[in-house]
């Protein structure tokens, strides 16, 4: 079984520059999330999407990220314009239904960012 | 709110030996689940174990076992005959019926040959 796939692995761009991160969950998957892990900190929630449809986006600072699942398969996750806090790791996940909370989760190897 | 909380930020266990890493946790909620995630040099995050608090018996997972104290809110991971891949950071996480996953800071655990 193919895992989660993301892309680029590793990113540097300069701040004020605009960049974007793909994902494509385990397949039949229904739930997809995107967070995000600062050196030294536990992954934070960005988005949750259900299907194609937003769950939780809580904690997505909208003015400068956004996210989109159109077909309800594979994911992207923007950000325009770049600051410098955020440099981290983007990581992609999966899983089968959001309806349970003791679901288990499948990570990608997620894309390190870098912003100078 | 949930709180996850790993005070320790390393640990290191020699090949063949024994080690726990702590978690304590807080929740508003009475339906919830914890986990200990690894997260290996190569980044990808992968469960090592779950619970559900509702259950009295510890979870365990071949060498990985847990030490759940619900009234003290405690959580932590033993893992029995440390390897060396066993060498990753380790994230204890809470998830609750009506809130998201919450991770704590997690601990870079080293295993010594």
């Known amino acids: 079984e193919a895992g989660v796939a993301q892309s680029p692995r590793y990113k540097i761009i300069e701040k004020r520059q605009s960049v974007a991160f793909w994902c494509n969950p385990i397949?039949?998957?229904?739930?997809l999330y995107w967070y995000q892990q600062i050196l030294g900190q536990g992954p934070k929630l960005l988005i949750q999407f259900q299907n194609n449809g937003v769950v939780d986006d809580s904690q997505l600072p909208k003015d400068r990220f956004s996210a989109e699942r159109l077909k309800g398969v594979d994911s992207t996750l923007k950000i325009q314009p770049a600051k410098l806090e955020d440099s981290a790791v983007y990581l992609c996940a999966s899983s089968l239904d959001r309806a349970a909370t003791n679901e288990k989760l499948f990570f990608g190897s997620g894309t390190q960012l870098s912003v100078l | 709110a949930q709180t996850v909380t790993q005070s320790q930020p390393e640990m290191s266990v020699q090949e063949a030996e024994t080690v726990t890493l702590s978690c304590t946790y807080d929740t508003s909620e009475n339906n919830y689940y914890l986990f200990w995630y690894k997260q290996p040099p190569s980044r990808q995050m992968i469960l090592v174990i779950r619970?559900?608090?509702?259950?009295?018996q510890n979870a365990t997972e071949n060498r990985f076992s847990v030490n759940f104290q619900k009234a003290a809110k405690s959580f932590s991971l033993k893992i029995s005959d440390s390897q060396l891949g066993d060498t990753a950071m380790y994230f204890c996480a809470l998830g609750g019926a009506n809130s998201k996953l919450t991770f704590g800071k997690g601990i870079t655990l080293s295993v010594r040959p």
């Open positions: 397949s039949g998957h229904a739930t």
């Open positions: 619970q559900e608090a509702y259950k009295q």
